[in-house]
C-alpha cells in the first residue's frame, strides 16, 4: 500500500495567506507499493468535519499517477481556511490510508476588502536628507474573541509588535517588488497575542529597499520618498461578528525612538537610550498598487555562528565568524550611557591580516555623482543606561564574516556576539558527500553562497551591489533546484522581472530596480545571457517541475521578449558593419545592435566589458532562447507559435554558423567560444566533432585551468564529459592552482567568489553552477519527466566514492557509489511511485521501478 506524505497547496506548506484562486496540490508517496494509480481527495473547512464526510469539495476517485498539480476544484473566498488530505491507490488497486490533514487559508482577494487607509509620518521628506524610523501605535479595547488575523505591508521594512510582542518570526518584511506594480502583504494568526480588553498595536518603519541605498552606486529613492505603513487586524468575535482594527489617521506617530538612521547597505544608528514619545499623530497618504499575497517561503533568521576575537596586525579587534554570510550580527554590551561604539562588517583580511572593505568598497570612474561610500555595512551604538544591553538589526542586512569592534567599553567576549544568517527560508533539498574534502567544500560553499544571495530576490552578492541580475540567477537554476526548494521563489521573482518588463517587451538586467529607469546607464539594458532568463528560467522550471499553469502565466510576457529579440536582428544603423560582418543572405538573423555584457570576468582577461556589440554571445543565446520557447508554445497547445519561434532559431542558428564556424570548425585561444556553440546545440554533427576536439586541445594546452567567464563556466564541465572527455573535466574540476574552483577553497574561501583572484565580492553564487555537473553527472541523477528519473552516474578523477540524496517534487532519489577493487558499486533509491532508467557503465541499460537497487558491473575497467 501507498500512503501521501509532504502535502503542499501551491509549493508550501500549510500556507497562511494566498491568493491565487484557482490552488494546486502536491504530495510525495511511502509504502511497500511501485506505483500510483489514483487518488481521492477531500477538503473541509474545518479538521473536525474530515471525519464527519461533510466535505466543502471531494475530487471522487480520480484514475491518476499523478501526484504533483492536482487542481483544487471549488470556487475560493476571501479569508477562507481550507483543510485537506488524500489517499491513494496502488497498482493492486488497493487504496492506502489517509494522509495527515494539511490545509491553506485564502488571503484578502478584493481591493475593497481592505478597510485600512495607508499611513505615514507627519513629515515631508527633503531630497538629500535621511529619516529615523517611523514609529506608529495604537491602543484599542475588543471583547471576547475565538480568532484573530492581521494583514500588513509597507513601502519600506515593517516590524510589527502587539502588546510589546514582535508579531511572527518573519523579517525585512514585506520584502522587494516593483512597489508601482504589487506590494506584497504578509498573514498572520495573532490569536494567541490579542487578549480580551486593552492592546497595543506598534508598527516600526524603515527605509528598506523602497528609498535606502541600492545597487553598486548606492541610489536612494529608487522607488518614493515617504515611506508608509498599510496594516488591519480582523477579530472574530464569539458572537461571530468581526471588528476590524486599521491602520488610519487615529494612529499615532513619532520618529525620536532608537534608530536614527537606517540603511539596507550602510546599517544603523542607534541610540538606545530613546524610546518613541508617539507625541504625533500619522497623516493618511494613498499608494496605488496592486495589494498581493507573497505565494512565497517567507525570510527569516536561520543558522547563528559564534566569533572568535583576533588582535589584526594594526592593533584592531576583529571578530572572525568562520562563515562569510549575508545576515547581522548581535552583540551584548555594558558601557555607560552615551558610549558610543561602531561595528564595522567585512568579507575578508587584507594580505597582512587586517580588516578590509577594499574588495566591495571601490571607485568607480564613472559613478554618478550621488554615489557616497562615507559609509558602507556599520552599525553605530550608543549606550541607554550602563546596564548591560544587547542588540539586532530590524532593518539592515550585510555580507560578512568579520566584524571590526571601534571604540569598545569592555573586554571583548565571543560569548556576547552572534552572527544570525538570515535568507528565505527554502528546504535544503540536497545532500552530498564524496572522498574528497575539496569538493565537499565546493559544494558546502556554493550552498552558502546561494543562502547569502536568496533573499527575497537572487541577488548577485550581499554586498556592493545586492542586485537581482537576470544572467545569475538563469545559469544557476539547474544547479540551485538540487540544492534548495526554490519553486514559490521563483515563482515570485519571475512575476517581478515581467511586472517590470519594458513596453518595447524588453527585461531589465537587474529586477526590481536598483536605479531610476532612464538615468544614465540605460544603454547596458537588454543584455543577451541576462533577458534570455525570461525565456529559460520558465522554460527550465517547466522541465523541473512540470508546471504548465504557470508556464501559461508566463507565456504572453515570454513573447513580449522574444518580439524584442527578434527586432535586434540584422540592423544595419552601424555604419561599419560591413567591415565587422560580411554581407550576405544569413546576416539578417545576426544580432547585431544592443550593449551586451559577454563573456564577463573571464580568468585571461582584465577589462570587464569590451567591444560592443558582442554578435557572437548575442546571436547565439538569440537561436537557444528561441529553440526553447518553441518547445514551451507546443507544450501549450500554440503550434503556430512553435513553428514560427523554431524557424528563427534555425535561421539565426545557419547564420551563426557562417559567420561564426569557419571550414568546420572554430580556431579560437578563448575557451568560451568553444564551450558556448557546444552547449546551446548551434552546431551540426561534424561541426560539434571538430569544436569538441578544439576544445579538448585548448584544454590540455591550459592544463585544465578553468578558462571560461561568467555565460559559459556553467557548460564546461558538461561540454567535456559530452565529448568523451570525462578524465579531463575531473582534472579540470579538482585543479588546485590558479585559476580553479579548489584554489579559492584552498585560499579560505567559505562561499564563491565572484571573480578567480579574490579581489572582488567573495559572497557571488554564479561560478558555483558547476555543482550541476557533480550532481547530474558525478552522482548521475537527473530528472527526466512526470515521476521519472535517469540515473547515469559517471566516476573519475580521485574520488573514491560519492553520495547524493536529492528531495525532488516527486520524492527523495539518491544515488552513491564506491570503488571497491577493481570494480564500482552503485546504490539507488528511487521514491513510490516513480521510476527510473539506469545507464551505468557495464550494466545492461533498464528501467527499475520504486525501491532500493545495487548494481555491480562484472567488468569495470579502473
Same mark, same amino acid.
Given at each position: 500500500?501507498?500512503?501521501?506524505?509532504?502535502?503542499?497547496?501551491?509549493?508550501?506548506?500549510?500556507?497562511?495567506?494566498?491568493?491565487?484562486?484557482?490552488?494546486?496540490?502536491?504530495?510525495?508517496?511511502?509504502?511497500?507499493?511501485?506505483?500510483?494509480?489514483?487518488?481521492?481527495?477531500?477538503?473541509?473547512?474545518?479538521?473536525?468535519?474530515?471525519?464527519?464526510?461533510?466535505?466543502?469539495?471531494?475530487?471522487?476517485?480520480?484514475?491518476?499517477?499523478?501526484?504533483?498539480?492536482?487542481?483544487?476544484?471549488?470556487?475560493?473566498?476571501?479569508?477562507?481556511?481550507?483543510?485537506?488530505?488524500?489517499?491513494?491507490?496502488?497498482?493492486?488497486?488497493?487504496?492506502?490510508?489517509?494522509?495527515?490533514?494539511?490545509?491553506?487559508?485564502?488571503?484578502?482577494?478584493?481591493?475593497?476588502?481592505?478597510?485600512?487607509?495607508?499611513?505615514?509620518?507627519?513629515?515631508?521628506?527633503?531630497?538629500?536628507?535621511?529619516?529615523?524610523?517611523?514609529?506608529?501605535?495604537?491602543?484599542?479595547? #475588543?471583547?471576547?474573541?475565538?480568532?484573530?488575523?492581521? =494583514? @500588513?505591508?509597507?513601502? +519600506?521594512?515593517?516590524?510589527? *509588535?502587539?502588546? &510589546?510582542?514582535?508579531?511572527?518570526?518573519?523579517?525585512?518584511?514585506?520584502?522587494?517588488?516593483?512597489?508601482?506594480?504589487?506590494?506584497?502583504?504578509?498573514?498572520?494568526?495573532?490569536?494567541?497575542?490579542?487578549?480580551?480588553?486593552?492592546?497595543?498595536?506598534?508598527?516600526?518603519?524603515?527605509?528598506?529597499?523602497?528609498?535606502?541605498?541600492?545597487?553598486?552606486?548606492?541610489?536612494?529613492?529608487?522607488?518614493?520618498?515617504?515611506?508608509?505603513?498599510?496594516?488591519?487586524?480582523? #477579530?472574530?468575535?464569539?458572537?461571530?461578528?468581526?471588528? =476590524? @482594527?486599521?491602520?488610519? +489617521?487615529?494612529?499615532?506617530? *513619532?520618529?525620536? &525612538?532608537?534608530?536614527?538612521?537606517?540603511?539596507?547597505?550602510?546599517?544603523?544608528?542607534?541610540?538606545?537610550?530613546?524610546?518613541?514619545?508617539?507625541?504625533?499623530?500619522?497623516?493618511?497618504?494613498?499608494?496605488?498598487?496592486?495589494?498581493?499575497?507573497?505565494?512565497?517561503?517567507?525570510?527569516?533568521?536561520?543558522?547563528?555562528?559564534?566569533?572568535?576575537?583576533?588582535?589584526?596586525?594594526?592593533?584592531?579587534?576583529?571578530?572572525?565568524?568562520?562563515?562569510?554570510?549575508?545576515?547581522?550580527?548581535?552583540?551584548?554590551?555594558?558601557?555607560?550611557?552615551?558610549?558610543?561604539?561602531?561595528?564595522?562588517?567585512?568579507?575578508?583580511?587584507?594580505?597582512?591580516?587586517?580588516?578590509?572593505?577594499?574588495?566591495?568598497?571601490?571607485?568607480?570612474?564613472?559613478?554618478?555623482?550621488?554615489?557616497?561610500?562615507?559609509?558602507?555595512?556599520?552599525?553605530?551604538?550608543?549606550?541607554?543606561?550602563?546596564?548591560?544591553?544587547?542588540?539586532?538589526?530590524?532593518?539592515?542586512?550585510?555580507?560578512?564574516?568579520?566584524?571590526?569592534?571601534?571604540?569598545?567599553?569592555?573586554?571583548?567576549?565571543?560569548?556576547?556576539?552572534?552572527?544570525?544568517?538570515?535568507?528565505?527560508?527554502?528546504?535544503?533539498?540536497?545532500?552530498?558527500?564524496?572522498?574528497?574534502?575539496?569538493?565537499?567544500?565546493?559544494?558546502?560553499?556554493?550552498?552558502?553562497?546561494?543562502?547569502?544571495?536568496?533573499?527575497?530576490?537572487?541577488?548577485?552578492?550581499?554586498?556592493?551591489?545586492?542586485?537581482?541580475?537576470?544572467?545569475?540567477?538563469?545559469?544557476?537554476?539547474?544547479?540551485?533546484?538540487?540544492?534548495?526548494?526554490?519553486?514559490?521563489?521563483?515563482?515570485?521573482?519571475?512575476?517581478?522581472?515581467?511586472?517590470?518588463?519594458?513596453?518595447?517587451?524588453?527585461?531589465?538586467?537587474?529586477?526590481?530596480?536598483?536605479?531610476?529607469?532612464?538615468?544614465?546607464?540605460?544603454?547596458?539594458?537588454?543584455?543577451?545571457?541576462?533577458?534570455?532568463?525570461?525565456?529559460?528560467?520558465?522554460?527550465?522550471?517547466?522541465?523541473?517541475?512540470?508546471?504548465?499553469?504557470?508556464?501559461?502565466?508566463?507565456?504572453?510576457?515570454?513573447?513580449?521578449?522574444?518580439?524584442?529579440?527578434?527586432?535586434?536582428?540584422?540592423?544595419?544603423?552601424?555604419?561599419?558593419?560591413?567591415?565587422?560582418?560580411?554581407?550576405?543572405?544569413?546576416?539578417?538573423?545576426?544580432?547585431?545592435?544592443?550593449?551586451?555584457?559577454?563573456?564577463?570576468?573571464?580568468?585571461?582577461?582584465?577589462?570587464?566589458?569590451?567591444?560592443?556589440?558582442?554578435?557572437?554571445?548575442?546571436?547565439?543565446?538569440?537561436?537557444?532562447?528561441?529553440?526553447?520557447?518553441?518547445?514551451?508554445?507546443?507544450?501549450?497547445?500554440?503550434?503556430?507559435?512553435?513553428?514560427?519561434?523554431?524557424?528563427?532559431?534555425?535561421?539565426?542558428?545557419?547564420?551563426?554558423?557562417?559567420?561564426?564556424?569557419?571550414?568546420?570548425?572554430?580556431?579560437?585561444?578563448?575557451?568560451?567560444?568553444?564551450?558556448?556553440?557546444?552547449?546551446?546545440?548551434?552546431?551540426?554533427?561534424?561541426?560539434?566533432?571538430?569544436?569538441?576536439?578544439?576544445?579538448?586541445?585548448?584544454?590540455?594546452?591550459?592544463?585544465?585551468?578553468?578558462?571560461?567567464?561568467?555565460?559559459?563556466?556553467?557548460?564546461?564541465?558538461?561540454?567535456?564529459?559530452?565529448?568523451?572527455?570525462?578524465?579531463?573535466?575531473?582534472?579540470?574540476?579538482?585543479?588546485?592552482?590558479?585559476?580553479?574552483?579548489?584554489?579559492?577553497?584552498?585560499?579560505?574561501?567559505?562561499?564563491?567568489?565572484?571573480?578567480?583572484?579574490?579581489?572582488?565580492?567573495?559572497?557571488?553564487?554564479?561560478?558555483?553552477?558547476?555543482?550541476?555537473?557533480?550532481?547530474?553527472?558525478?552522482?548521475?541523477?537527473?530528472?527526466?519527466?512526470?515521476?521519472?528519473?535517469?540515473?547515469?552516474?559517471?566516476?573519475?578523477?580521485?574520488?573514491?566514492?560519492?553520495?547524493?540524496?536529492?528531495?525532488?517534487?516527486?520524492?527523495?532519489?539518491?544515488?552513491?557509489?564506491?570503488?571497491?577493487?577493481?570494480?564500482?558499486?552503485?546504490?539507488?533509491?528511487?521514491?513510490?511511485?516513480?521510476?527510473?532508467?539506469?545507464?551505468?557503465?557495464?550494466?545492461?541499460?533498464?528501467?527499475?521501478?520504486?525501491?532500493?537497487?545495487?548494481?555491480?558491473?562484472?567488468?569495470?575497467?579502473?
Amino acid at each position: 500500500m501507498l500512503k501521501a506524505i509532504l502535502l503542499k497547496t501551491e509549493y508550501l506548506t500549510n500556507p497562511l495567506g494566498i491568493d491565487i484562486v484557482r490552488p494546486e496540490f502536491a504530495w510525495n508517496l511511502v509504502g511497500d507499493s511501485k506505483k500510483q494509480t489514483a487518488y481521492e481527495i477531500i477538503a473541509t473547512h474545518t479538521k473536525e468535519e474530515l471525519d464527519k464526510a461533510s466535505y466543502v469539495w471531494s475530487s471522487g476517485k480520480v484514475s491518476s499517477a499523478s501526484m504533483t498539480h492536482v487542481p483544487y476544484g471549488a470556487d475560493v473566498r476571501s479569508r477562507e481556511r481550507i483543510y485537506w488530505k488524500v489517499r491513494v491507490w496502488d497498482e493492486h488497486d488497493v487504496a492506502g490510508e489517509w494522509s495527515e490533514t494539511a490545509f491553506f487559508e485564502m488571503g484578502l482577494l478584493e481591493r475593497q476588502d481592505w478597510k485600512a487607509e495607508w499611513i505615514c509620518g507627519d513629515y515631508e521628506p527633503k531630497p538629500g536628507e535621511r529619516y529615523p524610523v517611523d514609529e506608529f501605535s495604537k491602543t484599542f479595547q #475588543i471583547p471576547a474573541f475565538v480568532k484573530a488575523r492581521m =494583514y @500588513i505591508t509597507a513601502c +519600506g521594512i515593517y516590524e510589527t *509588535s502587539l502588546n &510589546g510582542m514582535k508579531v511572527g518570526d518573519m523579517v525585512l518584511t514585506p520584502g522587494v517588488t516593483s512597489y508601482e506594480k504589487r506590494i506584497q502583504y504578509q498573514v498572520y494568526d495573532i490569536t494567541k497575542q490579542l487578549q480580551s480588553g486593552v492592546n497595543r498595536w506598534d508598527i516600526s518603519l524603515g527605509d528598506g529597499w523602497f528609498r535606502g541605498k541600492q545597487g553598486v552606486f548606492g541610489a536612494t529613492n529608487v522607488f518614493g520618498t515617504q515611506t508608509c505603513a498599510l496594516g488591519q487586524i480582523e #477579530i472574530t468575535g464569539t458572537d461571530g461578528t468581526t471588528t =476590524y @482594527i486599521g491602520t488610519d +489617521g487615529s494612529f499615532r506617530w *513619532s520618529n525620536d &525612538g532608537p534608530v536614527r538612521f537606517n540603511d539596507m547597505k550602510d546599517g544603523e544608528t542607534i541610540v538606545a537610550a530613546l524610546s518613541p514619545s508617539y507625541k504625533g499623530q500619522a497623516r493618511v497618504t494613498e499608494w496605488e498598487t496592486l495589494l498581493c499575497c507573497s505565494n512565497n517561503v517567507p525570510v527569516k533568521e536561520k543558522e547563528t555562528f559564534k566569533p572568535t576575537v583576533l588582535l589584526t596586525p594594526d592593533g584592531s579587534t576583529v571578530l572572525d565568524f568562520g562563515q562569510v554570510i549575508a545576515g547581522y550580527p548581535q552583540f551584548s554590551i555594558q558601557g555607560k550611557q552615551g558610549h558610543t561604539v561602531v561595528l564595522t562588517m567585512g568579507e575578508m583580511l587584507d594580505s597582512e591580516g587586517n580588516f578590509t572593505l577594499s574588495n566591495v568598497v571601490q571607485e568607480y570612474d564613472y559613478a554618478p555623482d550621488y554615489c557616497d561610500d562615507s559609509r558602507f555595512q556599520t552599525i553605530i551604538y550608543s549606550c541607554g543606561s550602563e546596564a548591560r544591553e544587547t542588540w539586532k538589526p530590524k532593518f539592515c542586512i550585510q555580507g560578512f564574516r568579520y566584524v571590526k569592534l571601534d571604540n569598545w567599553p569592555e573586554p571583548v567576549q565571543a560569548d556576547h556576539f552572534t552572527a544570525i544568517a538570515v535568507y528565505s527560508d527554502m528546504e535544503q533539498t540536497g545532500q552530498f558527500s564524496c572522498s574528497s574534502p575539496y569538493l565537499e567544500k565546493l559544494v558546502n560553499n556554493t550552498l552558502w553562497s546561494m543562502k547569502g544571495n536568496f533573499l527575497d530576490v537572487p541577488t548577485d552578492c550581499p554586498t556592493r551591489e545586492r542586485a537581482a541580475w537576470t544572467g545569475d540567477a538563469q545559469l544557476f537554476f539547474h544547479a540551485g533546484r538540487y540544492f534548495m526548494d526554490f519553486t514559490a521563489f521563483f515563482r515570485k521573482w519571475m512575476q517581478d522581472v515581467f511586472d517590470d518588463q519594458a513596453a518595447d517587451g524588453k527585461v531589465y538586467n537587474i529586477v526590481p530596480r536598483v536605479a531610476p529607469h532612464g538615468e544614465g546607464f540605460d544603454y547596458v539594458e537588454g543584455s543577451s545571457g541576462w533577458i534570455d532568463a525570461g525565456i529559460l528560467i520558465p522554460y527550465r522550471y517547466w522541465k523541473t517541475y512540470g508546471d504548465l499553469k504557470q508556464l501559461a502565466n508566463w507565456y504572453e510576457p515570454m513573447t513580449k521578449l522574444a518580439d524584442f529579440m527578434i527586432n535586434r536582428m540584422g540592423d544595419t544603423s552601424d555604419p561599419d558593419l560591413d567591415q565587422k560582418l560580411e554581407p550576405s543572405e544569413h546576416r539578417q538573423y545576426i544580432v547585431t545592435t544592443g550593449f551586451h555584457f559577454g563573456e564577463w570576468n573571464e580568468p585571461d582577461r582584465e577589462e570587464l566589458v569590451s567591444g560592443l556589440p558582442k554578435y557572437e554571445e548575442a546571436t547565439a543565446y538569440l537561436a537557444y532562447s528561441l529553440n526553447c520557447l518553441s518547445q514551451i508554445s507546443d507544450a501549450l497547445g500554440k503550434q503556430k507559435d512553435a513553428s514560427k519561434y523554431l524557424k528563427v532559431s534555425e535561421r539565426a542558428k545557419a547564420a551563426y554558423q557562417y559567420y561564426f564556424v569557419k571550414n568546420g570548425t572554430i580556431s579560437t585561444n578563448k575557451m568560451a567560444k568553444l564551450v558556448r556553440p557546444l552547449a546551446l546545440d548551434l552546431l551540426d554533427q561534424d561541426m560539434r566533432k571538430n569544436v569538441e576536439h578544439e576544445l579538448i586541445s585548448l584544454v590540455r594546452e591550459r592544463e585544465h585551468h578553468v578558462g571560461t567567464g561568467f555565460l559559459s563556466t556553467p557548460f564546461i564541465l558538461r561540454a567535456l564529459s559530452d565529448a568523451g572527455y570525462v578524465d579531463d573535466a575531473y582534472q579540470m574540476l579538482e585543479k588546485e592552482d590558479y585559476p580553479s574552483w579548489i584554489y579559492q577553497i584552498k585560499q579560505g574561501a567559505t562561499t564563491i567568489w565572484e571573480n578567480w583572484n579574490g579581489e572582488a565580492s567573495r559572497n557571488h553564487y554564479s561560478n558555483g553552477a558547476v555543482c550541476d555537473w557533480i550532481f547530474n553527472t558525478v552522482c548521475g541523477i537527473n530528472l527526466a519527466g512526470e515521476n521519472q528519473f535517469l540515473i547515469s552516474p559517471q566516476p573519475g578523477g580521485s574520488l573514491t566514492e560519492a553520495y547524493l540524496t536529492y528531495q525532488s517534487i516527486y520524492g527523495k532519489v539518491s544515488c552513491s557509489w564506491r570503488k571497491e577493487s577493481a570494480h564500482y558499486v552503485y546504490w539507488i533509491e528511487i521514491p513510490a511511485g516513480c521510476q527510473a532508467e539506469i545507464n551505468i557503465q557495464g550494466v545492461e541499460p533498464q528501467v527499475v521501478e520504486a525501491g532500493k537497487h545495487c548494481f555491480k558491473p562484472s567488468v569495470q575497467a579502473l
